[in-house]
């Protein structure tokens, strides 16, 4: 394994990328796992999160942070001497007319700025605002650190997105990210006698850590669990378009547009809304949610702030409470 | 119509200006207080950023007051603040208050829908006529702009305390009832005169100290906790990054202030290579410029979980270690005591003070 000095020069071969398993890894890691690979790279995601990984992140992230970006300072820091580099890209935006967070705007210069020595951080921009030719600019741009071929690069970036695409229709028939990308589970059986909504960003809905086991414990008493991966995009567009004014973030529009897809079809039971504390746009977003739910009586709504204090028998006295209450709604 | 819109430091002189011109009903909400904060709180969600709970205690109290349109500003993003009229509806209704609401959007969203927003905010006039009354209202309120630019810089130095406040004071009464360009002219230079006037003893040794941060609370006092005034008389004398008509203008060369959105994103651009919304990046690209300007220290100020803000605090301490400027970040909101950030800043401010006489022996 070898760098060459300068930007414009390749990397070997076989260098070793990591992707933290934290933030859009549940939104993207096969699309970009493919795309390493193609320019022939080694992929190695961090393990699950665990306690560990928190108290690192937690110990050199910047206090007011909301916990997700904390948690990913935990995955960086504990692959940081597996890998010869880092995969932190710059998701500008994903749609036209929209953003992501702010913090994933800024999420490679935040990671160089932590107080811990890391490898190099390989921070390709995806920003489809600028049209379509600058976006595939900035990608074969970042191919050149592989290669000198830009067909090759494009080559990879296709089959990323047919892994990507494989991907997605997994979610959709209801595997979730962890099963859908390390296989497990090929075929889901939704029983139970109530159905509940998780809605939340991704990154807090499947880590088991930050939602301390949510959706296995629901499913261990008997509930079945749908998210807004198994709602078909266009639905999820459509939804989030009643809203009065357009939302101009791209992931809370998916997650206003499950909520708001839920309760016009009446197709959950309750609605369970994990949002972490300190997160701008869900401290928006609940106002939305929490109102709309109140116009649709018969579909009880709960929120539930998580932060890196949360304890879990609190989450679960309460759960426990709501799903009781929703079970004895159905009885009476 | 009864038109109100939120209190943002001299936000109320300018609104009242422009309306007086354009013919329209315009309620001031009471100052923001104690109370004003504690209606907002009532109703707000509980993590938002402290401006929408403020403002909306204010739009609260406006319509206590009789206002029956509310006026207020909107976004593209990502900053929470282009999403704000929105929750802020949802949340009034849901309160049952009785009102209208217009919301500026910047033409970014659509130039058709900003023409037409201002039409209704300046019944039967021409674009034309619109355009002249921005115009002269604009420069009326840029040269407020740069009378507390004047204070701010000169503060530190006044033989007697207090008099420069008393002097800003009276120079914005100067200011208020100017209409035409020739009295605006006029009032300028008398305003000037008054500041001017202002016992000043130069060789006082003070220090620099640029205050940067979000821009909320950098220009409404009662949510800065008056900070700039308290350093003003400890001899600190400051130069701010936020000037009220640099945000309120779509030009980017930011006239008061003095350094354009370029510049500033081309200082930050080692540490912060994107605009990340709000002023996450021009809170890193001032401490920067000032950092290389010879500044003896930096206040950044912002509200509590404002996303961008807390990006340019996770980042100033590296900026601050390789500039060597020290920098102190405080975060506000409903819990935050004045005295406690006052002492820290006496502190700081000591600390500064100290640095800088052991650097001067340094040299001899």
């Not at chain 1, 890998?83 to 749609?95: H, M, Q, T, W």
């Amino acid at each position: 394994m070898y760098f060459r000095s300068a930007w414009g020069c390749n990397l070997a071969l076989s260098a070793t990328i990591g992707i933290p398993q934290a933030l859009l890894y549940y939104k993207y890691f096969p699309l970009w796992e493919g795309f390493l690979k193609g320019l022939g790279a080694e992929v190695v995601s961090s393990n699950i999160t665990t306690k560990g990984v928190v108290n690192t992140g937690t110990s050199v992230a910047e206090n007011e942070l909301c916990l997700p970006v904390k948690i990913f300072f935990g995955h960086l820091i504990e692959l940081k001497d597996k890998v010869d580099a880092l995969f932190v890209p710059r998701v500008i935006s994903v749609e036209q007319d929209t953003y992501t967070c702010p913090k994933f705007l800024a999420l490679p210069d935040l990671a160089r700025a932590i107080d811990v020595k890391l490898p190099k951080i390989l921070d390709p921009t995806f920003n489809t605002r600028l049209g379509k030719r600058r976006f595939y600019n900035s990608i074969f741009e970042f191919g050149k650190l592989f290669t000198d071929s830009k067909y090759k690069t494009w080559r990879a970036w296709q089959s990323g997105l047919a892994a990507q695409k494989a991907y997605q229709q997994k979610l959709l028939m209801g595997i979730p990210p962890f099963e859908a990308i390390h296989g497990g589970i090929e075929e889901v059986s939704l029983t139970g006698d109530l159905r509940i909504g998780i809605a939340g960003h991704p990154y807090n809905v499947h880590d088991p850590y930050i939602n301390l086991n949510l959706t296995k414990k629901l499913k261990k008493w008997g509930a079945q669990v749908v998210t807004e991966e198994m709602i078909s995009p266009k639905t999820l567009e459509h939804e989030a378009n009643k809203l009065p004014k357009r939302l101009f973030w791209s992931y809370e529009r998916e997650v206003v547009g499950a909520a708001f897809h839920w309760l016009q079809t009446r197709s959950v039971d309750g609605i369970i809304y994990i949002l972490s504390f300190a997160c701008g746009q869900d401290s928006l977003i609940q106002v939305l949610l929490e109102t709309e739910a109140k116009k649709h009586e018969g579909i009880p709504f709960m929120s539930l702030v998580i932060d890196e204090h949360s304890g879990e028998a609190g989450l679960i006295t309460r759960v426990e409470a709501f799903i009781d209450m929703l079970r004895w709604r159905s009885l009476s | 119509m009864k038109a109100t819109a939120p209190h943002m430091g001299r936000l109320d002189l300018v609104l009242k200006d422009i309306f007086s011109r354009t013919g329209i009903d315009f309620v001031m909400p009471p100052r923001t207080s104690a109370k004003t904060m504690q209606l907002g709180l009532r109703y707000s969600p509980e993590f938002a950023c402290l401006p929408l709970k403020v403002t909306i205690g204010n739009f609260i109290e406006a319509i206590e007051a009789g206002a029956d349109t509310l006026l207020m500003a909107g976004g593209v993003g990502p900053c929470r603040f282009g999403y704000y009229a929105e929750i802020q509806r949802y949340v009034l209704q849901e309160a049952n208050y009785k009102f209208n609401m217009i919301v500026l959007e910047p033409p970014a969203v659509g130039w058709k829908l900003f023409i037409e927003t201002l039409r209704l905010l300046a019944p039967g006039k021409s674009i034309y006529q619109i355009w002249q009354i921005i115009r002269i209202s604009f420069r009326k309120a840029r040269i407020m702009d740069k009378l507390e630019k004047y204070a701010l810089k000169y503060r530190a130095y006044e033989v007697h305390r207090g008099d420069t406040t008393e002097a800003h004071k009276k120079a914005l009464e100067i200011m208020e009832p100017a209409f035409t360009d020739m009295e605006i002219t006029k009032a300028s230079e008398k305003a000037f005169a008054v500041m001017e006037a202002i016992e000043k003893d130069m060789d006082k040794p003070v220090l620099r100290v640029g205050i940067v941060g979000e821009f909320y609370v950098l220009l409404e006092p009662f949510v800065n906790l008056d900070v700039e005034e308290y350093l003003g008389h400890m001899g600190v004398s400051l130069e701010r990054s936020v000037y009220l008509t640099d945000w309120i203008s779509p030009s980017s060369k930011n006239q008061i202030m003095g350094i354009s959105d370029e510049e500033i994103a081309r200082a930050a651009k080692p540490y912060l290579n994107h605009f990340v919304g709000g002023e996450g990046l021009p809170s890193v690209g001032h401490t920067i410029i000032y950092a290389k300007e010879g500044f003896d220290g930096i206040v950044h100020l912002f509200p509590f979980t404002c996303m961008p803000d807390t990006i340019a605090k996770s980042i100033l301490p590296q900026v601050s270690r390789d500039l060597d400027i020290p920098v102190i970040s405080f975060v506000l909101d409903e819990q935050t005591g004045k005295a406690g950030v006052l002492t820290r800043l006496e502190a700081f401010v000591d600390l500064l003070a100290s640095r800088k006489k052991h650097r001067e022996l340094a040299r001899v």
